[in-house]
């Protein structure tokens, strides 16, 4: 919840511009949660997002994204339905109500919004992997390598596995959030509709897969020990039982606010 100085600054200078007490006004929004949350969810701030380009740079990542999903639940509130996408067709579903619930849950919004914001960046890593006995190899990869982190994920020792756990479910709640399209297009020609081969080194996944493995390693991470220590098992066991319905709010994100900038934001 707390927020660095320079989004206090921008919440104050968007919000209210005429206060002369800056200080004691940004003192008040770190103290108290609720008008913390009024100056996030104020449609002034959201306007100014929208209206300036190179906002994103001036506030943190994870302010951004709360900006954005607080704004997706009133705008979801006012919905009839949700849209969901097949290849060939739209489909809407009347569960608007059970996703803005997911978005009231203040711990998993802020979950999502940090999860949006560890995509910005890309991080590569190094890791060395035992081939036999006495013999090491080198492995390179990022943390947007699915495979090579469920790879990874099976050889550390058990303690180890929830941050593999949390960012392969992640990948796979990122993905069908924000770039479903890129899915269906990755696994399928666009006009036959018939499955692109495999290439070597590299496997197809199908948008299927990417749910059914995004409720699965939330459900690991929900069962590690770790996670409970960590206050995350709720958020993960929300986020296993409620997959489909927790990338809804990143789709309308993506469809309703980002749009053609999504490459901009992320890695």
């Not at 910005?120 to 090579?148: A, Q």
């Not at 180890?160 to 069908?176: S, V």
Request: proline share 4%.
């Amino acid at each position: 919840m707390g927020l660095p100085e320079k989004d206090l600054d921008f919440l104050v200078e968007t919000v209210s511009p005429e206060t002369r007490d800056k200080i004691r006004l940004k003192q008040i929004i770190r103290e108290d949660r609720d008008i913390r949350n009024c100056y996030v969810g104020d449609e002034k701030v959201f306007q100014r997002l929208m209206d300036e380009e190179e906002t994103f740079l001036k506030i943190s990542p994870i302010l951004f994204f709360e900006i954005l999903l607080r704004k997706a639940a009133q705008d979801l509130e006012r919905a009839k339905y949700t849209v969901e996408k097949s290849r060939n067709m739209k489909i809407p579903i009347f569960d608007t109500q059970e996703v803005v619930g997911l978005l009231n849950r203040e711990d998993l919004l802020l979950y999502l919004a940090d999860m949006l914001s560890s995509f910005t960046r890309v991080e590569s890593y190094v890791i060395p992997v035992k081939v036999r006995e006495g013999i090491w190899e080198r492995i390179r990869f990022n943390d947007l390598d699915i495979l090579s982190l469920i790879q990874f994920s099976q050889l550390v020792e058990d303690e180890h596995r929830l941050g593999f756990y949390k960012r392969i479910a992640d990948i796979c709640l990122f993905i069908m959030g924000i770039f479903p399209d890129y899915a269906e297009r990755d696994y399928r020609y666009p006009f036959s509709g018939q499955v692109r081969p495999h290439v070597r080194g590299k496997l197809r996944i199908s948008p299927e897969d990417y749910a059914e493995e995004g409720q699965k390693f939330y459900k690991l991470a929900a069962e590690h020990p770790y996670a409970k220590e960590m206050h995350l098992e709720e958020i993960f066991w929300a986020l296993h039982r409620h997959f489909q319905k927790a990338k809804k709010p990143l789709n309308f994100i993506a469809d309703h606010y980002l749009q053609y900038r999504r490459d901009k934001f992320f890695g």
